[in-house]
């Protein structure tokens, strides 16, 4: 994935478990035993992958950060901005 730590967090009460994350990005996501999304490794697959993961979730329950900059990746602030 890079050198860029992320902080990858899933909204549970938005979460549905349509799977699309796990599929999408699979060494990141799982579903735990509610059938949500849950992070298993961060840095498992690439920041593409991750994005690609989170911009398919039908509830957009996934939030992408840079770790150490907390840029925000996903969504991004122009979006939640359409969205208020």
């Known amino acids: ?3 860029r730590r992320l902080c990858i967090a ?3 009460d938005k979460c549905v478990g349509s799977k699309i994350c796990v599929l999408t ?3 990141v996501f799982a579903l735990n035993e509610d059938r949500q999304s849950y992070v298993i490794d961060p840095r498992g697959d690439t920041l593409d992958q991750i994005l690609a993961a989170a911009e398919g979730c039908p509830m957009m329950a996934i939030t992408v950060r840079d770790a150490d900059t907390g840029e925000q990746l996903f969504p991004p602030p122009s979006l939640l ?3 208020v």
């Open 1 to 3: 994935m890079g050198d």
């Open 10 to 12: 899933v909204d549970y």
């Open 25 to 27: 990005a699979s060494k």
């Open 81 to 83: 901005a359409k969205m």
